[in-house]
C-alpha cells in the first residue's frame, strides 16, 4: 500500500485513506486526510444481514463530512468479522477432507487435552469435528519429514477422492497430506487433480496455509480456511464491485489477524489470516495511542455491541501468540494474542433456570437492539441498564438516535419483579456482573500468564469499553484508565496505523548444537524471497521492503515452542548462540525457569518465520490546547446518576469533552461525554487529561 497508491491510473485530488471497522452494533469510520494531515472520524449503524451496505453507508457518510468524493481515497483499510462471525456461531457448511492414506481419523483423535484440565474431564463433551469421518478420503503416498519420497503418488486413488466429492455435492475442500510442509509436490498435484475432476471445488492446502509440523493444528488450520473461503470471497468481491463504482481504482485493504493488511484479491487466497481481524486493529490502535500517553503495559479492552476483546501490549506492541482459536477451532496462525468475551452493550440480562440473574453472552444486536432503541427488542440489555441508571444519556452518536427511557426502565422493573429486587439493584447487579465478566477475561490474558495486573494500564475503547472502567479498576487493581479521544472509532483508527504484512513459516527441527547455519540461511532466504515478491504484488518498490526474521525454540523433549528474533544478515556461529540466549530468557520470563548452561537439557530449533513488511504512512494524533480557566467551560449540566445501589443517584456533573484541555482535571463523581461515548467517573476517581486529549483515570488517592 504505497503512499497516494490507487491501483488506477488516475491520482486522486486528495490523498484520503479510510479505516472501517465493522461491528455488532455499528459500524465505525475514520478517514485520514494525507495532505492536511487530519483525521475525521464517524458511525454508522451496522447491518448484520449484509455487513456490505454498512460498509458503503460509512464511506459515503464520512466523505459528505469531508466535502470529498470517491476520487479523493487512495486506499480503504477494513477490519472485518465475517469469518469470525461464522466459526464462532458454528455456521461450517459441509467440508471433504483430504489426507494420507492411514491417517483418516486424525480429526478425531486430535489432542489429549480437556479444557480447563482433568477438573473438567467428567463434564466436558467433545465437540463435533469440522469434518465428519465419512466425508474423509484418502490417498497413498508419503513424505518423509525431511520432504523424501518414501512412497508415490497414487493418482487412482486422487482421482476416485475427487470423484467421490464431486458426486457428493461437497464443493469446499482441505488437503492435508503427511510432512508436506517438507515438501508440497504431492499436494499440489493432487489439487491439479481436483481441478480436472472437481472444476467446481475451492481446495485449501496445508503446504500453502500453514507450512509447519504438528498434523493435528495443520489439519484443522487447513479446513478453518476452506470453511470461511466462500463466505469471505463472496462478501469482499460484493464490497470491491461496490467501492470500485464509488471509489474506482481505490486500494482495497483488509486487517490480519497477525497486526498487518493485506489486499483484498490476496485475501481471499488466505481468508483464515482474518479470523481477528477487528480485534487485532483495535489492539493495534490502543498500542499507539497508549505509547504516546506514556504507557507501555496496557491492557486492552474494546466493548462493543455484542462482545468485549481484551489483549496485552507490552512494550509498545500488542503480543502475538500462533496459539489462537476462534470457537472451538484451532487456528495456528501467527495472531494478536486476543480473549473475547460475551460482554457488550446490547449483552441480555436473564433468570436462570435455577434462579440467578445471568448477563449475556445472548445480545440483541444491532437489530432489534436493546429495549430503548426502539426496534423491537424484548428483553434488557447492559445498555438498558446503564441509561436507567443515568450513566448514559438518552441518545447516542450526538443526538442521531434517540434512546427511550421509559421502554427501558419497565423492562428491568418487569425483571427486577421476577428476582424479588428493586429496579435500581436489578440495573446495578447487571452491571457488576458484565464487569465480572470482563473482568475475568482480562484475569484470563495476564494474571494466568504471569503477568502482575498491579503494573498495567487499561486502555478502554469501542462503545462501551470505557462504561465500567472505574468497577475494572476496583476489581482488579489496575494502576489506572486511558481513555483515547473518539473511543468508539479506535480499532478503524487502528486500520491506518498497520503496515502490509505477510508470514511465512518453515519447519526445520534441529538441535542447536549441530545446528547446519548454511541450511537455515538459505531457508531464511527462500522465506525472505517470497516475502518480497508478495510485497512485489502489492506495489512496494524492493527499496521499501523490510523484514523481520524470528524462530521457535525449544528445550528437547519439549512440547511447545517459544518464539525468539533472529538478527538480520547472515546466520553465524555467535549470533545462532545470540538466538539461544535469547530463548532462555524468554523461557525465563514466560515460565520462572531455564536451563542455561545445562547439557543435560539442550536447546533445539524447531520453526523458521519471516514477516515480510510494506510500511505506510502513519497518521500523526494532533495535541489540543492546554485548559484555561478550570473545567466549568466544559460543563454542560447536571443529571441523577446511580453509581451505588446503597447510596443511590446523585446529581453529577456533566463534561463535554471536546471543551476539555491539556491539563484539566476532573473529579469524580462526573460524566464526560463526546459523540460516540460516555465516559462514568465513579466517586473517589480522578481524571487528567494530556496534551492528546486522553483521559488519564486513576484513584484519587493515587494523585
Known amino acids: 500500500m504505497t503512499d497516494g497508491q490507487t491501483g488506477g491510473p488516475q491520482a486522486p485530488a486528495r490523498r484520503i485513506r479510510i ?58 483499510c477494513h477490519g472485518t468479522t465475517v469469518a469470525t462471525n ?16 492411514g491417517y483418516e481419523f486424525i480429526l478425531e483423535i486430535a489432542r489429549q487435552a480437556v479444557p480447563d484440565g482433568y477438573g473438567n474431564s467428567y463434564f466436558w463433551v467433545k465437540p463435533d469435528r469440522i469434518v465428519p469421518p465419512d466425508l474423509v478420503r484418502t ?70 496455509v500453514l507450512r509447519e509440523y504438528r498434523e493435528y493444528e495443520r489439519s484443522m488450520t487447513t479446513l478453518v480456511d476452506a470453511a470461511v473461503k466462500p463466505k469471505v470471497g463472496q462478501y469482499v468481491a460484493n464490497i470491491s464491485e461496490r467501492l470500485e463504482e464509488l471509489a474506482p481504482g481505490t486500494g482495497f485493504y483488509i486487517m490480519k489477524s497477525n497486526g498487518g493488511v493485506l489486499s483484498a484479491q490476496e485475501v481471499v487466497n488466505q481468508p483464515i489470516t482474518t479470523v481477528l481481524s477487528g480485534p487485532a486493529a483495535g489492539a493495534l490502535g490502543a498500542a499507539l495511542v497508549s505509547g504516546l500517553a506514556g504507557f507501555d503495559k496496557v491492557l486492552t479492552c474494546d466493548g462493543g455491541g455484542t462482545s468485549t476483546d481484551v489483549s496485552v501490549v507490552l512494550g509498545g506492541e500488542p503480543t502475538l501468540t500462533t496459539e489462537g482459536s476462534v470457537g472451538v477451532y484451532p487456528s495456528k496462525i501467527p495472531m494478536i494474542d486476543v480473549v473475547t468475551v460475551g460482554a457488550g452493550g446490547g449483552s441480555i440480562a436473564w433468570i436462570s433456570p435455577e434462579g440467578s440473574l445471568k448477563v449475556g453472552p445472548r445480545s440483541a444486536g444491532a437489530d432489534p437492539g436493546p429495549l430503548c432503541y426502539g426496534k423491537g427488542g424484548t428483553e434488557p440489555t447492559i445498555t438498558d441498564a446503564h441509561l436507567v441508571l443515568g450513566r448514559i444519556p438518552a441518545h447516542l452518536l450526538g443526538g442521531e438516535i434517540p434512546l427511550d427511557v421509559e421502554a427501558a426502565r419497565a423492562g428491568i422493573a418487569e425483571l427486577a419483579g421476577r428476582l424479588g429486587l428493586d429496579e435500581t439493584r436489578c440495573a446495578t447487579g447487571i452491571l457488576e456482573i458484565s464487569a465480572w465478566n470482563q473482568a475475568n477475561a482480562l484475569r484470563q490474558i495476564s494474571v494466568k500468564r504471569g503477568l502482575d495486573v498491579r503494573d498495567f494500564m487499561l486502555a478502554t475503547f ?30 478503524a483508527f487502528g486500520l491506518l496505523t498497520v503496515d502490509v504484512k505477510n508470514d511465512y513459516v518453515q519447519t526445520m527441527v534441529s538441535k542447536a548444537d549441530t545446528l547446519d547455519l548454511a541450511a537455515v540461511q538459505d531457508a531464511f532466504d527462500d522465506l525472505e524471497a517470497q516475502a518480497a515478491r508478495a510485497l512485489d504484488v502489492e506495489g512496494f518498490s524492493r527499496d521499501r521492503h523490510t523484514s523481520q526474521r524470528s524462530a ?3 528445550y528437547v523433549g519439549q512440547a511447545f515452542e517459544v518464539r525468539v528474533p533472529v538478527p538480520d ?63 466549568e467551560r466544559a460543563r454542560t449540566g447536571t443529571r441523577p446518576v446511580c453509581f451505588d ?30 459523540f460516540g461515548s460516555t465516559v462514568p467517573i465513579h466517586p473517589g476517581f480522578v481524571v487528567r487529561v494530556d496534551a492528546y486529549a486522553n483521559l488519564v483515570m486513576t484513584k484519587e488517592e493515587a494523585r
Not at 499440489?188 to 471445488?201: G, W
Not at 523458521?608 to 494532533?622: A, C, D, H, K
Not at 445501589?645 to 463526546?674: C, K, S
Request: hydrophobic share 40%; proline share 6%; aromatic share 6%.
Open 19 to 76: 479505516g472501517i471497522d465493522t461491528g455488532g452494533t455499528f459500524t465505525d469510520v475514520v478517514a485520514f486526510d494525507e495532505d492536511a494531515g487530519t483525521l475525521t472520524t464517524t458511525k454508522t449503524p451496522s447491518t448484520p444481514s449484509n455487513p456490505a451496505d454498512g460498509f458503503i453507508d460509512g464511506v459515503h457518510k464520512v466523505l459528505r463530512l469531508l466535502g470529498a468524493s470517491g476520487q479523493d481515497v487512495s486506499a480503504v
Open 552 to 554: 521457535d525454540l525449544r
Open 462 to 491: 469501542g462503545g462501551s469499553g470505557s462504561l465500567l472502567a472505574c468497577r475494572l479498576v476496583d476489581i482488579l487493581g489496575l494502576a489506572g484508565v486511558v481513555v483515547p479521544l473518539d473511543p468508539g472509532n479506535v480499532s
Open 139 to 208: 490417498v497413498r503416498g508419503r513424505m518423509d519429514f525431511e520432504g523424501h519420497e518414501v512412497r508415490p503418488f497414487d493418482e487412482d486413488d486422487a482421482r476416485a477422492a475427487a470423484r467421490f466429492f464431486r458426486q457428493a455435492g461437497i464443493t469446499t475442500l482441505g488437503v492435508n497430506f503427511l510432512h508436506a510442509y517438507a515438501n508440497p509436490a504431492h499436494e499440489r498435484r493432487m489439487r491439479e487433480i481436483l481441478l480436472q475432476e472437481h472444476p467446481a471445488a475451492i481446495v485449501s492446502l496445508s503446504s500453502e
Open 86 to 101: 461464522q466459526l464462532l456461531e458454528g455456521k461450517v457448511d459441509r467440508l471433504g477432507f483430504i489426507t494420507t492414506e
Open 645 to 674: 445501589a446503597d447510596t443511590g443517584p446523585v446529581d453529577t456533573p456533566i463534561y463535554a469533552r471536546p471543551d476539555l484541555g491539556d491539563g484539566d482535571v476532573v473529579v469524580g463523581p462526573a460524566i464526560i461525554e463526546e
Open 569 to 631: 544478515g547472515p546466520l553465524g556461529t555467535e549470533s545462532a548462540a545470540d538466538v539461544a540466549d535469547a530463548f532462555h530468557d524468554a523461557h525465563r520470563a514466560l515460565y520462572g525457569y531455564d536451563f542455561r548452561g545445562q547439557a543435560t537439557q539442550p536447546v533445539e530449533w524447531v520453526n523458521l518465520r519471516v514477516t515480510g513488511i510494506g510500511p505506510i504512512t502513519r497518521p500523526e494524533l494532533p495535541t489540543i490546547a492546554a485548559g484555561e480557566g478550570g473545567v
